[in-house]
């Protein structure tokens, strides 16, 4: 089993649109996680960090539930510019692990 | 210039070579990171150091070898190359934690990638 799972998708949905992703991990001890985006063939860059408490960024809202070792991103009202692959990372004392990605493909 | 710099961008080789990549950064970080993309499997860590002294294997690190030859060095070899180390790699770069909990800590600073293709 793979430390960090997604359902890789794809998603296709309308612009404005709500969409949701889900990551669950293996590791109990994991101390952080963050979410990920990366545009095809290009390197990923890191969309938000994701606090115990929920935050949110805008249009995005990251979730982690540590009792059932998942965490989630909420994309509101999407638009055509946030078609990517949407990756979840988890980090234990250094070694940060993705999991496969979701690809989100947004349509006019 | 980018803050993490990849060598080669695209490379060919054949069945048996010895191919090195190599990884530099200008971010002052401790931490580095080699990675390879396939498709539909995202990220796969292969190896990773936390200061010149400190090597650890990722979860694929077999076929591979890494030498941190300084803290803004990172290279990864493949002492014979395989068909099926055909992939995308990425090296990237991290500050220390502090703890390991902090928000905002961790954030992984990414190279352009190599694409590496095994014959």
């Known amino acids: 089993r793979k430390e960090v799972e997604q359902d890789p998708g794809p998603f296709n949905v309308p612009e404005g649109a709500t969409v949701a992703f889900n990551c669950t991990y293996s590791?109990?001890?994991?101390?952080?996680f963050f979410w990920y985006r990366q545009d095809c063939r290009k390197e990923p860059k890191l969309l938000m960090s994701v606090y115990s408490s929920g935050n949110e960024d805008g249009r995005f809202t990251a979730q982690l539930n540590r009792a059932s070792q998942y965490i989630s991103l909420l994309i509101r009202d999407s638009k055509l510019s946030d078609s990517a692959t949407y990756l979840c990372?988890?980090?234990?004392?250094?070694?940060?692990?993705f999991g496969a990605g979701t690809r989100l493909t947004v349509k006019p | 210039d980018a803050d993490v710099t990849q060598t080669p961008r695209n490379r060919i080789t054949k069945t048996g070579k010895r191919i090195m990549l190599e990884c530099s950064q200008t971010?002052?970080?401790?931490?580095m990171y080699w990675y390879r993309q396939d498709p539909g499997l995202g990220l796969r860590l292969i190896y990773y150091s936390f200061d010149v002294k400190d090597i650890n294997k990722g979860e694929i690190s077999d076929g591979y070898s890494v030498s941190r030859q300084a803290q803004a060095k990172f290279s990864l070899s493949l002492e014979s190359a395989i068909p099926n180390q055909t992939a995308l790699y990425f090296c990237?770069?991290?500050?220390?934690?502090?703890?390991?909990?902090?928000?905002?800590?961790?954030?992984?600073?990414f190279g352009e990638g190599s694409r590496l293709t095994v014959l």
């Open positions: 971010k002052g970080h401790d931490r």
């Open positions: 590791n109990s001890a994991s101390q952080s």
């Open positions: 990237a770069t991290s500050d220390s934690f502090a703890g390991g909990i902090q928000p905002n800590t961790g954030e992984l600073f």
């Open positions: 990372v988890v980090n234990n004392e250094g070694d940060m692990r």
